[in-house]
């Protein structure tokens, strides 16, 4: 059957618009007028639609939406747009913020147990003294480093600057064969020290009046109890460290508790802080952070969730273009919908310096740095964010470099020093001067069954922190789902859409014997997204002024089994109900064989690792509860007005209703919802269509129950309801809420009874 148009609605619909939104060419659209002028009802465009199966675009055309595109990468372009006013700073502020206490695995934050640091070996060098140090930033995990002091008796606190080094290690060498053409080139000043760069930014700060500690990152040097290949080298599955029961990292189970490489070093760098701020000679008051490549990645990640430091450089990766390359620079939900430039201006208005290379960072003087100086002069401090150009050296954190960095701690730390300040040469250390594990001080113990102990460690530090997912009383519980709430609106990272937002375009209108049916387009055009929906609507002057949104596993083909009404879609119609049903992303019209996806697409990358998808892109399961969400603003919209909104999740659709009234609230009247007993926890696989990361860690699905409280909830699926979405109800002073389906029920018929109960 071709597409219809029709002029003649119900009273409870407003005027049609018509539009095209499957034509490509104006050449096209005036053939559709033309043919739907002469033609009238009988009008096809770009085929035919097969209304009788519920079809609203042509078998060929698939929704016009953004997500259909490839999958963002680590290679992308990631702009930064600069709020119009401070106060809206702000709030996109602490929402970034959140995302990467989220992302990295620190939200809430965990306990910071005892470093018991312990300090050896010092090693005297002309105007600095350089000692081993290694501490526990988690109980049997060790951090090391080598902790680099300004020479003399201490009379006076001193500034001190944290110092991750970034890929190479802080031992990296350049070697001497290199050294004449890097000093030729001006990169470097000194054949010895030059040839050890981390190393030599260490010692000139300490020369300079400041303690600065240098640690090593995963994999490097004295850090061997997760090894280089694991933490810099993750090349394939490893079925050994990714079972369900028994796992390490870059598995199911650890992405779905936010544990990751990047999320490790990151605490790692928090503590390191932690251990320079803790010295008796370290002015807490004057603490820096600098690193280069991947330290400034962590250098950049540091200044946005800590707010201790008063002085930044990250350099070498500010940037709008490639985002860092490696598994301890990428993690899930870390830069979706952002990127290192405006991760970098979460550090504002403290100040802040970089500069840019003839690398990834080389349009950061057009592309990035004006837009930071933007925010900056918005914040009344437009001289306190500085980038360097020198694009005529490679990727480095060369001599050059470092003179820039060295004026910028002298301005900001208040060192005093005269301008400019000259990099000294030294002697570099010997293997046993620089390496903190000896007979005395034996190196801890790594591989395989450390990564899976340590793992379960971070389980059990994050259930800590949330209380267990099992509050003792009602403040309790209501302190926790704030919490989890926070948490879930992250890792959904949808707001409800404002009906203005949304653009409606009804494509046919057909009569059947007991009701009227309509297909639309529905458009979120602030994100580029299109839904086909399928409205079923009682004959005119029959509606009660009610929806019910019938959110399946199959998409609006679960109204329509084999092409045919629902005996209870027919119920709800009998009763009143006007009933909506949508292929939300990846179901029915989104697939050229009408299916539904089974797994996620991933970006194009020899290294199955999940942060390098999920890192840049929302998961089906966020996009489809996005859907959801744009549904339900629709259905509250002037286009409908209705006195209650009910959804019904069935067939899979459970899950994905539960996300969604986290964030819609009561806009969503009453729910129900069938779990068909599901976790997150169940998946092995972190492709899978219904992966969604953190979803673990945030109590899964009994949580995502909870958060419904107080409104009207119907579970099927269940044993019991579940202990923390009972109390959450009883918190919520409306215990009878929620409400447990019986044993061994049909789902959708015990949904729709509930839901008829409630007229």
């Given at each position: 059957?071709?597409?219809?148009?029709?002029?003649?609605?119900?009273?409870?619909?407003?005027?049609?618009?018509?539009?095209?939104?499957?034509?490509?060419?104006?050449?096209?659209?005036?053939?559709?007028?033309?043919?739907?002028?002469?033609?009238?009802?009988?009008?096809?465009?770009?085929?035919d639609?097969?209304?009788?199966?519920?079809r609203?675009?042509?078998?060929?055309?698939?929704?016009?939406?953004?997500?259909?595109?490839?999958?963002?990468?680590?290679?992308?372009y990631?702009?930064?747009?600069?709020?119009?006013?401070?106060?809206?700073?702000?709030?996109?502020?602490?929402?970034?913020?959140?995302?990467?206490?989220?992302?990295?695995?620190?939200?809430?934050?965990?306990?910071?147990?005892?470093?018991?640091?312990?300090?050896?070996?010092?090693?005297?060098?002309?105007?600095?003294?350089?000692e081993?140090?290694?501490?526990?930033?988690?109980?049997?995990?060790?951090?090391?480093g080598?902790?680099?002091?300004?020479?003399?008796?201490?009379?006076?606190?001193?500034?001190?600057?944290?110092?991750?080094?970034?890929?190479?290690?802080?031992?990296?060498?350049?070697?001497?064969?290199?050294?004449?053409?890097?000093?030729?080139?001006?990169?470097?000043?000194?054949?010895?020290?030059?040839?050890?760069?981390?190393?030599?930014?260490?010692?000139?700060?300490?020369?300079?009046?400041?303690?600065?500690?240098?640690?090593?990152?995963?994999?490097?040097?004295?850090?061997?109890?997760?090894?280089?290949?694991?933490?810099?080298?993750?090349?394939?599955?490893?079925?050994?460290?990714?079972?369900?029961?028994?796992?390490?990292?870059?598995?199911?189970?650890?992405?779905?508790?936010?544990?990751?490489?990047?999320?490790?070093?990151?605490?790692?760098?928090?503590?390191?802080?932690?251990?320079?701020?803790?010295?008796?000679?370290?002015?807490?008051?004057?603490?820096a952070?600098?690193?280069?490549?991947?330290?400034?990645?962590?250098?950049?990640?540091?200044?946005?969730?800590?707010?201790?430091?008063?002085?930044?450089?990250?350099?070498?990766?500010?940037?709008?273009?490639?985002?860092?390359?490696?598994?301890?620079?990428?993690?899930?939900?870390?830069?979706?919908?952002?990127?290192?430039?405006?991760?970098?201006?979460?550090?504002?208005?403290?100040?802040?310096a970089?500069?840019?290379?003839?690398?990834?960072?080389?349009?950061?003087?057009?592309?990035?740095?004006?837009?930071?100086?933007e925010?900056?002069?918005?914040?009344?401090?437009?001289?306190?964010?500085?980038?360097?150009?020198?694009?005529?050296?490679?990727?480095?954190?060369?001599?050059?470099?470092?003179?820039?960095?060295?004026?910028w701690?002298?301005?900001?730390?208040?060192?005093?020093?005269?301008?400019?300040?000259?990099?000294?040469?030294?002697?570099?250390?010997?293997?046993?001067?620089?390496?903190?594990?000896?007979?005395?001080?034996?190196?801890?113990?790594?591989?395989d069954?450390?990564?899976?102990?340590?793992?379960?460690?971070?389980?059990?530090?994050?259930?800590?922190?949330?209380?267990?997912?099992?509050?003792k009383?009602?403040?309790?519980?209501?302190?926790?789902?704030?919490?989890?709430?926070?948490?879930?609106?992250?890792l959904?990272?949808?707001?409800?859409?404002?009906?203005?937002?949304?653009?409606r375009?009804?494509?046919?209108?057909?009569p059947?014997?007991?009701?009227?049916?309509?297909?639309?387009?529905?458009?979120?055009?602030?994100?580029?997204?299109?839904?086909?929906?399928?409205?079923?609507?009682?004959?005119?002057?029959?509606?009660?002024?009610?929806?019910?949104?019938?959110?399946?596993?199959?998409?609006?083909?679960?109204?329509?089994?084999?092409?045919?009404?629902?005996?209870?879609?027919?119920?709800?119609?009998?009763?009143?109900?006007?009933?909506?049903?949508?292929?939300?992303?990846?179901?029915?019209?989104?697939?050229?064989?009408?299916?539904?996806?089974?797994?996620?697409?991933?970006?194009?990358?020899?290294?199955?690792?999940?942060?390098?998808?999920?890192?840049?892109?929302d998961?089906?399961?966020?996009?489809?509860?996005?859907?959801?969400?744009?549904?339900?603003?629709?259905?509250?919209?002037?286009?409908?007005?209705?006195?209650?909104?009910?959804?019904?999740?069935?067939?899979?659709?459970?899950?994905?209703?539960?996300?969604?009234?986290?964030?819609?609230?009561?806009?969503?009247d009453?729910?129900?919802?069938?779990?068909?007993?599901?976790?997150?926890?169940?998946?092995?696989?972190?492709?899978?269509?219904?992966?969604?990361?953190?979803?673990?860690?945030?109590?899964?699905?009994?949580?995502?129950?909870?958060?419904?409280?107080?409104?009207?909830l119907?579970?099927?699926?269940?044993?019991?309801?579940?202990?923390?979405?009972?109390?959450?109800?009883?918190?919520?002073?409306?215990?009878?809420?929620?409400?447990?389906?019986?044993?061994?029920?049909?789902?959708?018929?015990?949904?729709?009874?509930?839901?008829?109960?409630?007229?």
């Amino acid at each position: 059957m071709g597409l219809r148009f029709y002029t003649l609605l119900p009273d409870s619909e407003p005027s049609v618009k018509v539009s095209f939104p499957f034509v490509r060419s104006q050449t096209t659209v005036f053939a559709v007028a033309v043919c739907f002028a002469v033609c009238g009802s009988s009008a096809l465009i770009a085929g035919d639609i097969d209304i009788e199966n519920h079809r609203v675009l042509d078998a060929n055309t698939r929704p016009d939406d953004v997500r259909l595109n490839q999958p963002k990468d680590l290679n992308g372009y990631f702009p930064f747009e600069v709020p119009k006013t401070k106060e809206a700073w702000q709030q996109r502020q602490a929402e970034l913020k959140q995302r990467v206490l989220v992302a990295t695995g620190l939200f809430p934050m965990p306990e910071k147990t005892p470093l018991n640091a312990v300090i050896h070996g010092k090693v005297q060098r002309d105007g600095f003294t350089v000692e081993k140090v290694y501490f526990e930033s988690l109980p049997g995990h060790f951090v090391s480093g080598l902790l680099f002091r300004p020479e003399g008796e201490v009379t006076h606190k001193r500034p001190a600057v944290l110092s991750p080094h970034g890929h190479g290690g802080r031992q990296y060498d350049y070697g001497e064969a290199k050294m004449d053409e890097l000093i030729k080139s001006g990169a470097e000043l000194h054949r010895e020290s030059g040839r050890y760069p981390k190393l030599a930014r260490c010692a000139q700060l300490a020369r300079m009046g400041c303690v600065t500690f240098i640690f090593d990152m995963l994999g490097y040097v004295d850090s061997q109890q997760i090894s280089m290949d694991r933490a810099h080298g993750y090349a394939k599955h490893n079925a050994d460290l990714e079972s369900s029961a028994n796992y390490g990292f870059y598995g199911a189970q650890a992405e779905g508790r936010m544990h990751s490489i990047l999320g490790l070093q990151t605490w790692n760098c928090i503590r390191s802080l932690d251990f320079l701020e803790s010295l008796a000679d370290v002015d807490p008051a004057r603490l820096a952070v600098t690193g280069g490549s991947g330290g400034g990645t962590q250098t950049i990640l540091m200044g946005a969730i800590d707010d201790r430091h008063i002085v930044g450089f990250p350099n070498g990766m500010v940037s709008t273009s490639m985002q860092g390359g490696c598994t301890c620079e990428n993690c899930s939900l870390l830069r979706i919908g952002t990127g290192n430039v405006e991760l970098a201006a979460l550090f504002a208005p403290r100040p802040q310096a970089m500069t840019a290379a003839n690398d990834w960072t080389k349009e950061m003087m057009t592309k990035g740095y004006p837009q930071l100086r933007e925010l900056y002069a918005m914040l009344d401090v437009a001289d306190d964010v500085y980038c360097e150009p020198m694009l005529h050296f490679p990727h480095n954190y060369n001599a050059v470099t470092r003179s820039v960095m060295y004026s910028w701690m002298n301005k900001y730390l208040d060192l005093g020093l005269e301008d400019p300040i000259e990099e000294l040469d030294w002697k570099p250390l010997t293997p046993e001067e620089y390496t903190v594990w000896n007979d005395k001080h034996p190196a801890p113990a790594g591989g395989d069954n450390y990564e899976r102990k340590l793992l379960r460690q971070l389980k059990e530090r994050d259930l800590a922190a949330l209380s267990n997912h099992s509050p003792k009383g009602d403040r309790e519980t209501q302190s926790y789902l704030a919490t989890v709430r926070s948490a879930w609106q992250t890792l959904i990272g949808r707001e409800m859409p404002r009906a203005s937002e949304i653009e409606r375009t009804k494509v046919w209108k057909e009569p059947r014997q007991d009701y009227i049916e309509f297909g639309d387009l529905i458009t979120l055009t602030s994100k580029g997204e299109q839904l086909p929906v399928v409205s079923v609507y009682p004959k005119p002057d029959k509606w009660n002024k009610q929806v019910v949104l019938w959110v399946d596993g199959q998409g609006k083909a679960g109204m329509f089994p084999d092409g045919k009404p629902h005996a209870e879609l027919l119920r709800l119609v009998k009763a009143g109900f006007a009933v909506v049903g949508a292929d939300l992303y990846g179901q029915g019209e989104f697939t050229s064989e009408s299916d539904s996806l089974t797994e996620n697409r991933t970006v194009k990358s020899p290294r199955p690792f999940a942060g390098y998808t999920y890192g840049y892109n929302d998961t089906v399961f966020a996009r489809r509860v996005h859907d959801i969400l744009t549904v339900t603003a629709w259905i509250r919209g002037d286009d409908h007005e209705p006195k209650s909104l009910q959804v019904v999740g069935v067939n899979g659709g459970g899950p994905l209703v539960a996300a969604a009234r986290v964030i819609a609230g009561a806009k969503m009247d009453r729910v129900a919802i069938d779990t068909e007993g599901f976790r997150f926890e169940m998946l092995n696989d972190w492709q899978h269509v219904n992966f969604l990361p953190g979803a673990i860690k945030y109590g899964d699905l009994p949580t995502l129950l909870a958060l419904s409280a107080p409104q009207p909830l119907w579970i099927n699926g269940e044993k019991s309801i579940p202990s923390i979405t009972a109390k959450a109800y009883k918190a919520g002073g409306k215990p009878t809420a929620v409400a447990l389906a019986p044993a061994d029920v049909e789902s959708t018929t015990a949904a729709i009874d509930w839901i008829l109960k409630s007229r």
